[in-house]
């Protein structure tokens, strides 16, 4: 399942249902997942590109924004990247970060058992 772009008229619902999504996910799940979705979040709402869809942030950055160092972002990152919840858009080269894009369809999926924590109207809205 895919989103339409989270841009126009009811984009400000998409973005809240995707975040909604993941919250519920992570407080239905341990710790470690607690901490990966907190980190993912934290990405969206702080850099997140709706309108391109894309992420542009570099890891020191992404790791100031963390509290952690760089190894610790690049194995998250990589986790990320693993559960297909962030897709790599254009590899950062020297001078250039890499660019990411959220891939909502398989966020959605993964997180499909914790929607009904959130409320029956989410999943009208969600479920085609």
């Given at each position: 399942?895919?989103?339409?772009?989270?841009?126009?008229?009811?984009?400000?619902?998409?973005?809240?249902?995707?975040?909604s999504v993941l919250m519920a996910h992570a407080l239905a799940g341990d710790k470690h997942l607690q901490r990966q979705v907190l980190r993912l979040m934290a990405l969206v709402t702080?850099?997140?590109?709706?309108q391109r869809d894309e992420l542009t942030m570099g890891q020191g950055e992404i790791a100031k924004l963390w509290s952690v160092d760089e190894r610790t972002v690049k194995r998250e990152m990589a986790r990320l990247r693993?559960?297909?919840?962030?897709?790599?858009?254009?590899?950062?080269?020297?001078?250039r970060v890499s660019?990411?894009?959220?891939?909502?369809?398989?966020?959605?999926?993964?997180t499909?058992?914790?929607?009904?924590?959130?409320?029956?109207?989410?999943?009208?809205?969600?479920?085609?």
């Open positions: 399942m895919q989103l339409p772009r989270p841009v126009g008229r009811e984009a400000a619902s998409r973005k809240y249902d995707l975040l702080t850099r997140y590109n709706w693993a559960s297909e919840w962030l897709v790599l858009k254009r590899q950062g080269a020297r001078g660019v990411y894009g959220l891939n909502s369809g398989r966020i959605l999926d993964d499909r058992g914790a929607w009904l924590n959130i409320c029956e109207g989410l999943v009208a809205r969600l479920d085609p």
